[in-house]
């Protein structure tokens, strides 16, 4: 009686030297690293590896060791000296299809990471950083594509000059034709070439048609939206220099954007939620100014401008090139000192350019930058979402000499505006406008702070039951402080196993789960003194005690687990962290309390003559 | 033998049930008195709004902060000190136009030289739907066990814990509104915790009085039912103690941030040990639970066993 045959015995061993195994790479610390990564999907390479190592080989940097792997190279550094004037050195000399950024690199041994070990990842309240929920305001997408229909409604029923008018009401067309006969032909047409309009409202005796986008169009459209906006979020972080970054679809229209260790907030959110674009146009210099800014309308062909400082300016409604033929920028300064944009245009863009400028030498030509804003105000209790475009000239410059796809855009507010637009430019443009519906940034002192004090009170916690089970059951309360020591070496093994993220919240789990592990143990424990009470069979009561307490203890950790599961489902960030660690401490729990426990005490009592027990 | 054998203790607790009731009746009425009247102070999970932590190298002046919010004319504003004078909170109430942004310029109007520890900014959108995800969380969680329990034991069983579940939630809930302290997702998750817990406790109770009905002959319920919850006793004073002790540790030392995740767990703790000595063991009673009802689930065990 209470004896584990030896297979079992080697088994738990066996769990027991895993859990000690993969929870070991905890206790190494991390080095101050830079990371190096593709922007795009592209991999990197030894090619790229040994471009690296040159640049830092000439400019004789000072680093612990270069490797590359995961597809990233990751240099390591003794001090945060080194490694953040490494970083300047890698952006001014690398070109801009890498990302280079600052990062901690766990110093887990060779060995080790090839059995798949690796530390526990920290979440952003451990380690700092910004979580943002960002919507993708889908109203404006199907606006969007009511005027993407609309331009191509007209030329469609334009051929044969069917339409007397088109009209945009609200998500739909209106369309008034000239006759029943072209009614008849318009109807076929836009049946047969645009498969995603329907005709909602057709009345025989009357000459017009309601349309609108299907279902299905406005569904693909809305999540094209959603990707692509993921794409250019995508971009813009790789811009900011952000290892580890976290950028996922949450429901189908809103995204989650995680940036650890990112300092400046601020620039982040200017950057994230910018649709910020720019245009060219040449400025109309026959029509009278003054007239179009008294009468508030522009002369055909034209449309009115102004600066930020309020001057108006007539602007021609034609435009040369926009902020989608952009295909290269960077902020600079010119000879006057003056922040400014290098622009650099695709072919199109070049070509109108090139003929622009040779046409309208002398001419003045304007550039424009465009911000779509969308924001979300309590008017009456009732939510509303309001959309701003502003549209600002930021400089007219007379064109001195012919030019194509390259050249130098002036007129920006500051060096940090100028740097702003250039990234914007480069990272491309949202295809819908984000708002941030959602922020929570942890600085770096807090996210420390937040590491000791939840380590304290793990250790705290801990030591106290440690003291208090001794105290209570003495053998039996060392065997289950045996046990509540390997659960919480389990716990972390299984966190770092599943590279689960590890919050405050969740070491407030652990915590929890430190006091009700040792449930079991005493239920266990308690059982065995009533046993004893009416038996002398010391090892009868060891068994019966644990197996009456079995049942129990599942109920009682079956029914938390439930809670906890619901609380993993419902949860956001926070609460997900204390679920995930409480449900992993109760099913590890069950087996360390249980089996390991008993394993020990089996070994320490097992079929041996036992006169008394120390409970 | 010289193990110290306690004995088990015989206090009488089901005829002391009424005055227990009385307890709990009077600590009902006065949560649900308080939460209906000031309801519970909200935290900007719930409500949106903005939150910003800074850190100053010296004792912040308050005054000072606060005025420099009522010329950029900002409503609803609260500064306070948080945990200590050099670390400063500041919450906005949702504002006209809320976003992202405010925070930025909020930190910008404080100046230089200060620590930005944490910023919290919620949308009133976001604000709503983590109002009703914890809602519909805790709703879930109880249906859940409620199923659970059902199943394993019996109706009246599964009755009897949601009712000390729902006595639990509503008490601390209440203290928090009394004392108004302030409601964020993490005392969210306590109190979901607590559900969890005050239910462990439970369960272990009612094992003991479903086992006790099995083993003995006798029928009466009320003796049953007190010489279980005397059994039990010294497991639940416990694992009280031990989920206490660790709980104090996370309270004091774990920092301003989970304090009253900390605080919640403590009140829940104490009060779900209470209620499953006291109101879970009663409800049954009250419900008629007897051996009779027992019976059924060990007979259809025994017929799987002596299927071929």
């Given at each position: 009686?209470?004896?584990?045959?030896?297979?079992?015995?080697?088994?738990?061993?066996?769990?027991?030297?895993?859990?000690?195994?993969?929870?070991?790479?905890?206790?190494?610390?991390?080095?101050?690293?830079?990371?190096?990564?593709?922007?795009?999907?592209?991999?990197?390479?030894?090619?790229?590896?040994?471009?690296?190592?040159?640049?830092?080989?000439?400019?004789?940097?000072?680093?612990?060791?270069?490797?590359?792997?995961?597809?990233?190279?990751?240099?390591?550094?003794?001090?945060?000296?080194?490694?953040?004037?490494?970083?300047?050195?890698?952006?001014?000399?690398?070109?801009?299809?890498?990302?280079?950024?600052?990062?901690?690199?766990?110093?887990?041994?060779?060995?080790?990471?090839?059995?798949?070990?690796?530390?526990?990842?920290?979440?952003?309240?451990?380690?700092?950083?910004?979580?943002?929920?960002?919507?993708?305001?889908?109203?404006?997408?199907?606006?969007?594509?009511?005027?993407?229909?609309?331009?191509?409604?007209?030329?469609?029923?334009?051929?044969?000059?069917l339409?007397?008018?088109?009209?945009?009401?609200?998500?739909?067309?209106?369309?008034t034709f000239k006759s029943k006969e072209s009614k008849q032909q318009g109807r076929?047409?836009?049946?047969?070439?645009?498969?995603?309009?329907?005709?909602?409202?057709d009345i025989e005796s009357e000459l017009q048609l309601?349309?609108?986008?299907?279902?299905?169009?406005?569904?693909?459209?809305?999540?094209?939206?959603?990707?692509?906006?993921?794409?250019?979020?995508?971009?813009?972080?790789?811009?900011?220099?952000?290892?580890?970054?976290?950028?996922?679809?949450?429901?189908?229209?809103?995204?989650?954007?995680?940036?650890?260790?990112?300092?400046?907030?601020?620039?982040?959110?200017?950057?994230?939620?910018?649709?910020?674009?720019?245009?060219?146009?040449?400025?109309?210099?026959?029509?009278?100014?003054?007239?179009?800014?008294?009468?508030?309308?522009?002369?055909?062909?034209?449309?009115?401008?102004?600066?930020?400082?309020?001057?108006?300016?007539?602007?021609?409604?034609?435009?040369?090139?926009?902020?989608?033929?952009?295909?290269?920028?960077?902020?600079?300064?010119?000879?006057?000192?003056?922040?400014?944009?290098?622009?650099?245009?695709?072919?199109?863009?070049?070509?109108?350019?090139?003929?622009?400028?040779?046409?309208?030498?002398?001419?003045?030509?304007?550039?424009?930058?465009?911000?779509?804003?969308?924001?979300?105000?309590?008017?009456?209790?009732?939510?509303?979402?309001?959309?701003?475009?502003?549209?600002?000239?930021?400089?007219?410059?007379?064109?001195?000499?012919?030019?194509?796809?390259?050249?130098?855009?002036?007129?920006?507010?500051?060096?940090?505006?100028?740097?702003?637009?250039?990234?914007?430019?480069?990272?491309?443009?949202?295809?819908?406008?984000?708002?941030?519906?959602?922020?929570?940034?942890?600085?770096?002192?807090?996210?420390?702070?937040?590491?000791?004090?939840?380590?304290?009170?793990?250790?705290?916690?801990?030591?106290?039951?440690?003291?208090?089970?001794?105290?209570?059951?003495?053998?039996?309360?060392?065997?289950?402080?045996?046990?509540?020591?390997?659960?919480?070496?389990?716990?972390?093994?299984?966190?770092?196993?599943?590279?689960?993220?590890?919050?405050?919240?969740?070491?407030?789990?652990?915590?929890?789960?430190?006091?009700?592990?040792?449930?079991?143990?005493?239920?266990?424990?308690?059982?065995?003194?009533?046993?004893?009470?009416?038996?002398?069979?010391?090892?009868?009561?060891?068994?019966?005690?644990?197996?009456?307490?079995?049942?129990?203890?599942?109920?009682?950790?079956?029914?938390?687990?439930?809670?906890?599961?619901?609380?993993?489902?419902?949860?956001?960030?926070?609460?997900?962290?204390?679920?995930?660690?409480?449900?992993?401490?109760?099913?590890?729990?069950?087996?360390?309390?249980?089996?390991?426990?008993?394993?020990?005490?089996?070994?320490?009592?097992?079929?041996?003559?036992?006169?008394?027990?120390?409970? | 033998?010289?193990?110290?054998?306690?004995?088990?203790?015989?206090?009488?607790?089901?005829?002391?049930?009424?005055?227990?009731?009385?307890?709990?009746?009077?600590?009902?009425?006065?949560?649900?008195?308080?939460?209906?009247?000031?309801?519970?102070?909200?935290?900007?999970?719930?409500?949106?709004?903005?939150?910003?932590?800074?850190?100053?190298?010296?004792?912040?002046?308050?005054?000072?902060?606060?005025?420099?919010?009522?010329?950029?004319?900002?409503?609803?504003?609260?500064?306070?000190?948080?945990?200590?004078?050099?670390?400063?909170?500041?919450?906005?109430?949702?504002?006209?136009?809320?976003?992202?942004?405010?925070?930025?310029?909020?930190?910008?109007?404080?100046?230089?030289?200060?620590?930005?520890?944490?910023?919290?900014?919620?949308?009133?959108?976001?604000?709503?739907?983590?109002?009703?995800?914890?809602?519909?969380?805790?709703?879930?969680?109880?249906?859940?066990?409620?199923?659970?329990?059902?199943?394993?034991?019996?109706?009246?069983?599964?009755?009897?814990?949601?009712?000390?579940?729902?006595?639990?939630?509503?008490?601390?809930?209440?203290?928090?509104?009394?004392?108004?302290?302030?409601?964020?997702?993490?005392?969210?998750?306590?109190?979901?915790?607590?559900?969890?817990?005050?239910?462990?406790?439970?369960?272990?109770?009612?094992?003991?009085?479903?086992?006790?009905?099995?083993?003995?002959?006798?029928?009466?319920?009320?003796?049953?039912?007190?010489?279980?919850?005397?059994?039990?006793?010294?497991?639940?004073?416990?694992?009280?103690?031990?989920?206490?002790?660790?709980?104090?540790?996370?309270?004091?030392?774990?920092?301003?941030?989970?304090?009253?995740?900390?605080?919640?767990?403590?009140?829940?703790?104490?009060?779900?040990?209470?209620?499953?000595?006291?109101?879970?063991?009663?409800?049954?009673?009250?419900?008629?639970?007897?051996?009779?009802?027992?019976?059924?689930?060990?007979?259809?065990?025994?017929?799987?066993?002596?299927?071929?």
């Amino acid at each position: 009686m209470n004896h584990y045959s030896g297979w079992k015995n080697a088994l738990i061993a066996f769990f027991l030297f895993l859990s000690a195994l993969y929870a070991l790479p905890n206790i190494y610390g991390s080095d101050l690293a830079i990371q190096i990564s593709n922007a795009g999907d592209a991999s990197i390479g030894e090619q790229d590896l040994a471009k690296v190592e040159l640049v830092l080989t000439s400019n004789t940097v000072d680093y612990k060791s270069i490797d590359l792997a995961d597809n990233r190279i990751l240099i390591r550094f003794e001090d945060s000296q080194s490694q953040l004037s490494t970083k300047s050195l890698l952006k001014t000399s690398l070109t801009r299809n890498y990302v280079v950024a600052l990062n901690l690199a766990p110093s887990v041994p060779q060995w080790l990471s090839d059995l798949g070990g690796s530390a526990m990842s920290l979440g952003l309240d451990l380690r700092g950083g910004v979580h943002f929920l960002l919507e993708v305001d889908m109203e404006a997408v199907v606006t969007m594509s009511i005027d993407r229909y609309y331009n191509e409604l007209r030329p469609l029923l334009r051929e044969d000059r069917l339409y007397r008018s088109i009209r945009k009401e609200g998500n739909s067309l209106l369309v008034t034709f000239k006759s029943k006969e072209s009614k008849q032909q318009g109807r076929k047409l836009i049946k047969d070439e645009l498969f995603d309009l329907q005709i909602v409202d057709d009345i025989e005796s009357e000459l017009q048609l309601r349309l609108e986008i299907t279902p299905a169009a406005i569904k693909v459209s809305k999540s094209s939206a959603l990707k692509q906006n993921i794409t250019t979020l995508r971009n813009r972080v790789n811009e900011l220099g952000v290892a580890e970054p976290i950028i996922q679809q949450q429901g189908t229209e809103r995204i989650v954007v995680q940036l650890p260790g990112v300092q400046d907030t601020a620039r982040a959110k200017e950057i994230l939620g910018a649709v910020a674009t720019i245009e060219f146009r040449l400025v109309d210099e026959k029509n009278d100014l003054q007239l179009a800014v008294n009468s508030g309308k522009a002369p055909a062909g034209s449309k009115l401008y102004y600066f930020k400082s309020g001057r108006p300016l007539l602007l021609k409604s034609s435009v040369i090139a926009t902020g989608e033929n952009i295909t290269g920028a960077s902020s600079g300064i010119d000879q006057n000192n003056a922040p400014m944009v290098n622009i650099q245009l695709d072919n199109a863009g070049g070509r109108s350019m090139l003929e622009t400028t040779k046409e309208f030498l002398n001419h003045r030509m304007a550039v424009v930058y465009i911000e779509n804003k969308v924001e979300t105000i309590v008017e009456n209790g009732e939510m509303v979402k309001i959309r701003t475009k502003t549209q600002d000239v930021i400089n007219a410059a007379t064109i001195q000499g012919t030019f194509s796809n390259r050249f130098q855009v002036t007129g920006m507010e500051s060096a940090r505006a100028a740097r702003n637009l250039a990234l914007l430019l480069r990272a491309g443009s949202l295809s819908a406008p984000i708002e941030i519906i959602e922020e929570r940034t942890i600085g770096p002192s807090l996210g420390a702070d937040n590491i000791a004090k939840g380590f304290l009170s793990v250790l705290v916690g801990f030591a106290l039951v440690l003291v208090f089970m001794a105290w209570r059951y003495r053998v039996f309360g060392l065997v289950a402080n045996v046990a509540l020591t390997l659960n919480l070496v389990t716990i972390v093994a299984v966190l770092s196993l599943i590279q689960a993220t590890l919050t405050l919240p969740g070491i407030a789990g652990i915590v929890l789960t430190v006091g009700m592990a040792v449930d079991a143990n005493v239920l266990i424990f308690e059982r065995i003194k009533e046993e004893l009470k009416s038996t002398n069979n010391i090892q009868k009561a060891i068994s019966s005690g644990y197996e009456k307490a079995l049942l129990t203890i599942a109920d009682a950790n079956i029914t938390t687990l439930i809670a906890s599961i619901v609380l993993f489902s419902f949860g956001t960030g926070a609460i997900k962290g204390f679920a995930v660690t409480l449900s992993i401490g109760i099913i590890t729990s069950m087996f360390t309390a249980i089996v390991v426990s008993r394993a020990i005490i089996n070994l320490i009592y097992g079929g041996k003559k036992v006169k008394e027990l120390a409970i | 033998m010289s193990v110290k054998l306690l004995k088990v203790p015989t206090i009488d607790f089901v005829n002391k049930r009424h005055w227990a009731m009385i307890f709990s009746a009077i600590l009902l009425v006065a949560s649900i008195i308080s939460l209906s009247v000031q309801g519970l102070k909200l935290g900007i999970d719930f409500t949106g709004g903005t939150l910003i932590e800074v850190g100053y190298q010296q004792t912040a002046d308050l005054e000072e902060i606060r005025g420099k919010l009522n010329e950029a004319n900002y409503q609803g504003t609260n500064v306070q000190y948080f945990g200590t004078d050099t670390e400063v909170l500041i919450q906005l109430e949702p504002q006209r136009v809320s976003s992202a942004k405010l925070s930025s310029s909020i930190i910008h109007m404080l100046g230089e030289g200060i620590d930005i520890r944490r910023v919290e900014f919620v949308g009133p959108k976001v604000g709503e739907e983590l109002t009703n995800d914890g809602g519909l969380a805790m709703l879930y969680a109880l249906i859940g066990i409620l199923i659970y329990v059902a199943f394993r034991f019996e109706y009246r069983f599964a009755l009897g814990s949601i009712a000390a579940l729902v006595h639990d939630v509503i008490i601390v809930l209440g203290i928090f509104s009394a004392l108004q302290i302030e409601f964020d997702l993490t005392v969210l998750a306590a109190i979901l915790a607590v559900i969890g817990y005050s239910l462990n406790d439970t369960i272990v109770v009612f094992d003991r009085i479903r086992e006790n009905f099995l083993s003995t002959r006798k029928v009466e319920p009320k003796p049953i039912i007190n010489d279980a919850l005397n059994q039990t006793l010294s497991r639940t004073i416990m694992t009280s103690l031990t989920t206490l002790l660790v709980l104090l540790a996370l309270f004091y030392l774990g920092g301003e941030v989970i304090h009253s995740f900390a605080g919640a767990l403590l009140i829940g703790v104490v009060v779900g040990t209470y209620s499953s000595i006291y109101v879970a063991s009663s409800m049954i009673l009250a419900l008629g639970i007897s051996k009779a009802d027992m019976l059924p689930s060990e007979k259809e065990s025994k017929e799987i066993d002596s299927r071929p």
